[in-house]
DNA sequence: GTGAAAGCGCTAACAG
DNA sequence: CTGTTAGCGCTTTCAC
């Protein structure tokens, strides 16, 4: 099985090495009798192009880059980044583009991976993830000619391509089922408020309670950064302030939160209802089971990729900026049925 | 910002190309003068080598593959998965390679997607987590010539190369450690049989027992498959058979067997006591926290990328096969503190 | 429809 | 120490 190159082929089909490219590439002008042997040929001799002559003659790789700044630390931590990979892995897989990892430490990482990601360097484009307010990386990013798309809204996107999640509505639609269900002081544990998702669902809970002539009470808002130990601090600090319901901006400090609220001797929903964010596994299998929002996160990956490969193609002009519903499942946590009942009662 | 090439750099220091080559490659036979031009010239222009004209004259890309067979479900759910990649992409990025993630969905995927693997495709070389027993891709990999090593021991490793951890010894100490609190009863939820991790966990355990001068005892011994659910049934199943501590192959078994003993009425660790595998976040948050095994994954991961470096640079024989040793992390779930004050008792 | 020829941008002998 | 010279294996005009 040593390596055969295109002249090869060539060779043993009885043609020439340009007429083996077109049938490779799919090009037509060329005959079916030369097209059938050729593909037989390559066939039995299990032959591939080699991909870095291939790259170097087309001036495209066929690759694609997944940039995860130093920034985003919780890579290893949240279920988000996994999704977010299959999702558009395999939409690599379904394209012909291979997908290359670019997990950055550290400053010098980033200084040092940028020519393997500038233009003519390894890759043909890059998706990044949004980040916290003014990553440096992503300015770099930006102040190049390599085509990139955004996953999730970027700080200040500028022209720059995105495809999000509609985390305003999702949280809203968390936020109003809690009062249609009867509650009245519904607190929020939110994001990080640097970062448009931490921001974007601030802004549903606030809208969820303007719209239904509530007001915004300072004292049952508590700022964490999407950790399981931020939510339970957080928790435990507006217990006192007489909540009958929380909105909490992810699944990881929902868990922290019930844990606090168990601890503090009282129950959810009974005493405080809970609508997390995210759907992660552990959502189904809390106790009780978490009400949460879904995200649609594979589709998002298949998207990024979609859009990308659309920019590369046909420049970045216009912007493409693409967001997905959400749904909310409903469990046990926001008290559903406890309302239920409550509203039979009276 | 134009593209530069080689000649360009080599025109503008007043050299020949070949000369501007062993600077960037760091090859000595350089006078100090020249160097010092052309890194100036280098730096000031931003210039990079092109990759893919690199990678066809030196046939080798400086990319390594990171496969998951589409036997590995668990991507997506399992925190081992964003650990190892962390570690690869670390141990990648120090040694100035880059990273290429092929996530298998379908049989089709793993075929397409071979070429750009095998040897004179895109990478050098590539790691591939090890899975369920017989997985076809894995001897596909193993019947070409592309260097690779396996992230866990492979079913049938005959040659090839592997980095894995001490799962028996882990799987020992914990279990030990069990015995050594004076438990008497001590049953396992074990991993899937078809992989050796699972295998040799149980291994692990059965040992410690026999070692300890217990005998084995079918009735609370159950087989899981890493998942929480499976823990939770798992448990429920056992429970009647009257066990006082429980060897619990991974951290989300674990979990879930803690929500069926708590749903039986029964307390961790004073009616069961319970040790896990994993050492994953939730571990430590979980009510009681658990008693776990920790696994050195970043490492691993960084080893695996030296270990395929290696092959690349040297061949593959003879194989290499590096086992880390684990750490039992003691915290409530085992019931150290309560074995403690009932010995003061005595 | 097909082939010849000219690169893509770099590395690596080889000769000096 | 440095330049010359061949490629690496493929794509892509441009003739025919």
Same mark, same amino acid.
């Given at each position: 099985m040593t390596n055969l190159t295109l002249e090869d082929i060539a060779k043993m089909a009885g043609v020439s090495r340009s007429t083996v490219s077109r049938v490779i590439n799919k +090009? *037509? &002008?060329?005959?079916e009798d030369a097209r059938r042997r050729i593909l037989e040929i390559i066939n039995s001799t299990g032959f591939h192009p080699n991909i870095a002559a291939r790259s170097l003659a087309?001036?495209?790789? +066929?690759i694609i880059g997944l940039v995860i700044p130093?920034?985003?630390?919780t890579f290893f931590t949240d279920p988000y980044f996994p999704r977010l990979t299959q999702g558009i892995a395999e939409a690599c897989n379904d394209h012909d583009y291979t997908l290359s990892l670019f997990l950055f430490h550290t400053e010098e990482d980033e200084r040092k991976l940028f020519p393997r990601i500038?233009?003519?360097?390894?890759?043909d484009g890059t998706i990044i993830q949004s980040t916290y307010a003014e990553d440096e990386f992503f300015e770099t990013l930006r102040n190049s000619d390599v085509p990139f798309v955004a996953?999730?809204?970027?700080? +200040?996107?500028?022209d720059a391509s995105y495809v999000d999640v509609d985390n305003v509505n999702g949280a809203y639609s968390a936020v109003r089922h809690l009062v249609l269900l009867g509650y009245r002081r519904i607190g929020t544990i939110t994001?990080? $408020?640097?970062?448009t998702a931490g921001i974007d669902r601030f802004e549903g809970y606030k809208k969820a309670l303007t719209d239904s002539g509530f007001s915004i009470d300072e004292s049952i808002i508590s700022i964490g950064d999407f950790t399981e130990s931020s939510g339970y601090y957080s928790a435990q600090k507006m217990i006192?302030? &007489? $909540? @009958?319901a929380l909105f909490i901006a992810s699944d990881n400090m929902a868990l922290g939160a019930i844990q606090a609220i168990r601890e503090a001797g $009282? +129950?959810?929903?009974? @005493?405080i209802a809970i609508v997390g964010y @995210? @759907?992660?596994?552990p959502a189904r299998q809390a106790i009780p089971a978490l009400t949460t929002v879904r995200q649609p996160i594979r589709r998002l990956g298949i998207e990024l990729v979609e859009t990308l490969l659309d920019i590369i193609e &046909?420049? *970045?002009?216009p912007p493409r900026r693409m967001i997905f519903g959400t749904e909310l499942v409903v469990r046990e946590s926001c008290g559903k049925n406890l309302a239920i009942a409550r509203r039979m009662n009276n």
């Amino acid at each position: 099985m040593t390596n055969l190159t295109l002249e090869d082929i060539a060779k043993m089909a009885g043609v020439s090495r340009s007429t083996v490219s077109r049938v490779i590439n799919k +090009h *037509p &002008n060329v005959s079916e009798d030369a097209r059938r042997r050729i593909l037989e040929i390559i066939n039995s001799t299990g032959f591939h192009p080699n991909i870095a002559a291939r790259s170097l003659a087309s001036q495209k790789s +066929h690759i694609i880059g997944l940039v995860i700044p130093r920034s985003v630390n919780t890579f290893f931590t949240d279920p988000y980044f996994p999704r977010l990979t299959q999702g558009i892995a395999e939409a690599c897989n379904d394209h012909d583009y291979t997908l290359s990892l670019f997990l950055f430490h550290t400053e010098e990482d980033e200084r040092k991976l940028f020519p393997r990601i500038s233009r003519h360097g390894l890759v043909d484009g890059t998706i990044i993830q949004s980040t916290y307010a003014e990553d440096e990386f992503f300015e770099t990013l930006r102040n190049s000619d390599v085509p990139f798309v955004a996953a999730g809204r970027p700080w +200040h996107p500028g022209d720059a391509s995105y495809v999000d999640v509609d985390n305003v509505n999702g949280a809203y639609s968390a936020v109003r089922h809690l009062v249609l269900l009867g509650y009245r002081r519904i607190g929020t544990i939110t994001g990080p $408020l640097l970062t448009t998702a931490g921001i974007d669902r601030f802004e549903g809970y606030k809208k969820a309670l303007t719209d239904s002539g509530f007001s915004i009470d300072e004292s049952i808002i508590s700022i964490g950064d999407f950790t399981e130990s931020s939510g339970y601090y957080s928790a435990q600090k507006m217990i006192p302030y &007489n $909540l @009958d319901a929380l909105f909490i901006a992810s699944d990881n400090m929902a868990l922290g939160a019930i844990q606090a609220i168990r601890e503090a001797g $009282l +129950h959810v929903p009974e @005493d405080i209802a809970i609508v997390g964010y @995210d @759907d992660l596994p552990p959502a189904r299998q809390a106790i009780p089971a978490l009400t949460t929002v879904r995200q649609p996160i594979r589709r998002l990956g298949i998207e990024l990729v979609e859009t990308l490969l659309d920019i590369i193609e &046909n420049g *970045p002009f216009p912007p493409r900026r693409m967001i997905f519903g959400t749904e909310l499942v409903v469990r046990e946590s926001c008290g559903k049925n406890l309302a239920i009942a409550r509203r039979m009662n009276n």
